[in-house]
């Protein structure tokens, strides 16, 4: 017998998790063999090829939004795992501190240097860089240090008063030199091959030059210098190339029954701007028995605009007018990303290189699946 062939809209009815008043329905994906009887759901890649989409609404150097259709949770969940914690950066993992007369004790400023998001070649982070290591026992500290594992930055600041500042004068960016030390102090100090590889426009520097560091006064300074490292995200926050990336569902509003007026308004107001709109009741609606439109030609009604802006708060099923009249609901297999790069790789780039990681580890498991004895 022929396998049955659901209808589409039978289909994408079965993609909808049910958003109600106070429970989720239909969380668990259903489009697997033997699931229903008689339909055909094993996987095939030209089925997948056919599905799967992806949908580019920002790009830009620090901000990408898009949308991959036709995943399923796990692969889209990998790919934000990967993003947060398997792609590489570079940053600072030891401070030599020689002089800190600031109000800020040392292994508060080191950790606060080792957060600041650092940037530079990106040729030279990911192919000149190796992975540093940490030296074995009774070797000494930074024996294993070298230009090809390791970046040498440097802070020297000190604070001192404005002679020509005026007399009683409180704000201290007039009365003292360098009352505030920003990121933008830090120096990068290359050394070996660095000088060919990390040149002037590709020099290692903070990401963002305003960041600030400490605040000083009048004969206090800081004198440390830093070593910083390649590393990923798995062994320390600092070292996660994106701050934040994550995926929400794409939310559905089905307006089931006409939403008039005043109500249509109050509708509004219950989702984000931008989300339901108006339009109003035409004579042919109008004149259509069932359609709850009779007599209200020239009214205001409720109509979706953009589901996408919906925060899915539900707080139009807490409305007594409304009920009966609205189903929520978000789509299982629609995942909008939202990837900010913290400025060491462009945001696209980051998604790319998520997606390379991935299809290596796939790679990986095939290789090992086939070495496996029988």
Not at 65 to 94: K, Q
Request: with cysteine; charged share 25%.
């Amino acid at each position: 017998m022929a396998p049955i062939q659901a209808s589409q809209a039978e289909l994408d009815r079965r993609k909808i998790v049910g958003i109600n008043a106070e429970i989720v329905t239909d969380v668990t994906s259903t489009d697997f063999p033997g699931h229903w009887p008689g339909e055909d759901h094993s996987w095939d890649i030209e089925k997948f090829k056919k599905n799967f989409q992806v949908k580019m609404y920002k790009n830009d150097k620090i901000e990408a939004n898009f949308s991959l259709v036709g995943i399923d949770a796990a692969v889209a969940n990998a790919l934000r795992r990967i993003l947060i914690s398997e792609i590489p950066s570079v940053a600072i993992e030891r401070v030599f501190i020689y002089n800190n007369s600031s109000v800020i004790q040392d292994e508060v400023l080191a950790a606060r240097l080792g957060l600041i998001p650092l940037k530079g070649s990106k040729a030279g982070i990911i192919d000149f860089l190796k992975w540093w290591t940490k030296p074995a026992e009774g070797e000494p500290e930074g024996s294993t240090s070298n230009d090809l594992n390791t970046i040498r930055l440097k802070l020297n600041v000190g604070c001192t008063r404005n002679k020509d500042a005026a007399p009683g004068e409180t704000d201290p960016f007039k009365a003292y030199h360098n009352a505030h030390i920003y990121a933008k102090d830090i120096e990068f100090v290359p050394f070996g091959h660095q000088v060919e590889i990390f040149g002037s426009e590709h020099a290692v520097v903070p990401t963002n030059p305003n960041i600030l560091i400490a605040k000083l006064r009048p004969g206090q300074c800081i004198d440390i210098e830093m070593d910083a490292i390649k590393g990923v995200g798995r062994d320390h926050a600092k070292y996660s190339p994106v701050a934040p990336a994550s995926y929400r569902l794409l939310p559905t509003i089905t307006i089931t029954q006409p939403i008039l007026g005043t109500d249509a308004e109050k509708f509004a107001r219950c989702f984000p701007q931008g989300v339901i709109g108006f339009e109003p009741v035409t004579k042919k609606e109008a004149k259509q028995k069932g359609s709850g439109y009779v007599g209200h030609e020239g009214e205001k009604k409720a109509v979706v605009l953009d589901a996408m802006k919906d925060t899915v708060s539900r707080e139009c099923l807490r409305h007594e007018e409304f009920q009966g009249k609205v189903k929520l609901g978000r789509v299982r297999d629609h995942f909008i990303f939202s990837v900010e790069s913290v400025g060491q790789w462009d945001s696209d780039v980051l998604f790319v290189e998520a997606v390379k990681s991935l299809k290596s580890k796939c790679e990986a498991l095939r290789q090992n699946l086939r070495n496996m004895p029988e």
